[in-house]
């Protein structure tokens, strides 16, 4: 079977099963500003509309995402069901991290002045712009290569971060309800609150994460001897850095994180976190060999409430994070091979609408990035970008192909009201397998 069948067959059925979270008279308009999404190179309305053969007046594309028709979390719920359904995994492990946006206009929905992490040169410390906290799912293609897929963005109110804590749990707890398997989350060290991680250990969730090097850990209380009066102990000696380099062994591993092999410091306790109310949790200290400084890197504490896990899986695992930040980049400014596009391009006025174009490219991003992981070894490389033969099959590149192939189709037609089905088209020249064509 060719690619353009592959391709058609596929994203039939993705964007039936998203449809799903669309209102019924919504549902052919929708598939239009979402294909025109899927198919355009940067974040403009605009640019979406003219990658596919209008069959309506512009401005109905505006009022589909004016009016509010289209909810952003059931478009989220949709999404999150159909990644769990293509790739199954016995553990479903989601991934949330913030991102500052720069603006220069104080009346963007959300934009004030925050400070940048990042610490970038020539930027400084505080900067106007946006907060997005953003949840994906963590996937493996069958290279052995992490990707992060999005599957809900939230914008952070004007006033304060204390809300981005909130944002991150309402994200976590309105996907639980739709969960096949258990789930594990991963997060930076800013994440690592009580009033964060308790609500989600109550759901049975799985957690690692990175916390700051001097948070008070314990060993767990002696064993109380017969007769011996007062309360019981809760926690035993703190483990401090004379007590971890004196007690702990060191060992030395090489593992690929973070796309290259390095080795590796780990020392790892089971112990209780004063933080989390005495919870027990395992803590590995980690620490990476620099080989172009020749030097090791400051230690870094991870923790992780799966006490089954070994230092060494909990290291590969938390890892997997760092993927997040290759999709902030992609969103941000571009995934394709031409312009630039992403959260700068997005210049709605209200902050509902925002989020609902926001939660559109996505969706768009996700469906492409599982065409690479999916069809990889159909594309034709040589003809879109022969300098990448023999690389890494992106979402950039299949969306160049897509682009190429299936720009300007009459995509309205091809949903159908009755059956509420759709059926992605083929290009002019291209008929579907055992079809007989006559010559006119």
Request: proline share 7%; glycine share 4%; aromatic share 10%.
């Amino acid at each position: 079977m060719s690619l353009y069948f592959q391709v058609s067959l596929l994203l039939s059925d993705w964007i039936t099963s998203l449809l799903a979270a669309v209102p019924l008279r919504s549902r052919a308009t929708f598939v239009e500003l979402f294909c025109g999404c899927l198919l355009s190179g940067d974040g403009w309305v605009t640019t979406a509309i003219s990658a596919i053969q209008r069959q309506r007046h512009w401005s109905t594309y505006y009022k589909l995402l004016q009016r509010g028709s289209i909810k952003t979390q059931p478009l989220a719920v949709a999404l999150f069901k159909l990644i769990q359904r293509v790739h199954h995994n016995k553990v479903i492990t989601l991934v949330i991290d913030d991102t500052l946006v720069p603006r220069q206009s104080s009346t963007a929905p959300g934009s004030a002045i925050h400070f940048d992490h990042s610490h970038k040169p020539n930027r400084p410390s505080f900067m106007l712009g946006q907060i997005w906290v953003t949840l994906g799912a963590s996937l493996t293609d069958s290279f052995g290569r992490n990707h992060v897929l999005p599957i809900r963005s939230r914008l952070v109110p004007e006033k304060g971060n204390r809300s981005k804590l909130k944002i991150a749990q309402a994200l976590v707890r309105a996907l639980l309800g739709h969960t096949i398997a258990p789930v594990r989350i991963l997060f930076d060290a800013w994440f690592m609150r009580r009033s964060f991680i308790l609500p989600l250990v109550k759901r049975q969730v799985r957690f690692i994460g990175r916390a700051r090097h001097d948070t008070a850990l314990f060993l767990p209380p002696p064993p109380r001897l017969p007769g011996q009066r007062g309360a019981p102990r809760k926690y035993g000696q703190r483990i401090t850095l004379n007590h971890r380099l004196e007690h702990l062994p060191v060992t030395e591993k090489t593992l690929h994180i973070y796309g290259k092999k390095q080795r590796v410091r780990l020392q790892s306790a089971q112990v209780l976190a004063r933080f989390l109310n005495a919870m027990p949790v395992v803590a590995v200290w980690c620490q990476i060999f620099d080989e172009d400084k020749q030097i090791w890197s400051p230690t870094r504490l991870i923790l992780s409430n799966e006490l089954t896990l070994d230092a060494v899986q909990i290291i590969l695992l938390f890892a997997r994070r760092w993927s997040i930040e290759p999709l902030f980049h992609n969103l941000k400014r571009w995934w394709g091979c031409k312009d630039l596009w992403g959260c700068k391009d997005l210049w709605q006025q209200s902050r509902r609408v925002l989020e609902l174009w926001m939660q559109m490219r996505c969706c768009a991003y996700a469906l492409t990035q599982m065409l690479a992981m999916q069809l990889h070894s159909c594309l034709p490389v040589h003809t879109i970008a022969p300098w990448r033969i023999g690389r890494p099959i992106t979402a950039g590149l299949f969306l160049t192909w897509l682009q190429n192939e299936f720009s300007a189709l009459p995509f309205r037609a091809c949903y159908c009201p009755k059956s509420r089905q759709f059926q992605w088209p083929l290009p002019l020249g291209h008929h579907p397998p055992n079809t007989k064509t006559t010559a006119p």
